[in-house]
C-alpha cells in the first residue's frame, strides 16, 4: 500500500500502511514539527494497519509534545482499523478529539 503524510490545512493526515517500512519516516516527520510549532495535529483516521514498530513512533512524538509541553492532537480514535493495536500497546490515551478546525 501506498503511504503518505498529507499536510491538510495543518492537520497532518497519514494514509496507508503505518510500519517498520515508513516508521523513521514519520518519527523524522513529527520530531522536526514538534521543534518548530507549538501545537500539532495528527490524523491516523487513513491508517490501515499498524505495527509493534509504529506503536513505539507514536509513543516517542506523545513523549516529546509531552516534555516539551506541546499541545498534541491525535485524530482517528473511531479508525477500527488500529483501533485494538493502539488499545494493547496503551497508546488509546493519545487521542484528542477536542480539536477543532478554524
Known sequence: MNFEII???????????????????VANYFN????RYYEIVICLKQVTCM????????????????????VLFVLGEDNKSINRQLNSSNLNTIFNNDYNNK
Open 32 to 35: 522536526k514539527l514538534l521543534d
Open 51 to 70: 505495527d509493534e514498530t509504529a506503536m513505539n513512533v507514536m509513543h516517542f512524538i506523545s513523549a516529546k509534545a509531552k516534555r516539551r509541553s506541546k
Open 7 to 25: 499536510n491538510n490545512k495543518g492537520v497532518f493526515e497519514i494514509h496507508g500502511d503505518f510500519t517498520h517500512a515508513h516508521s523513521n519516516q
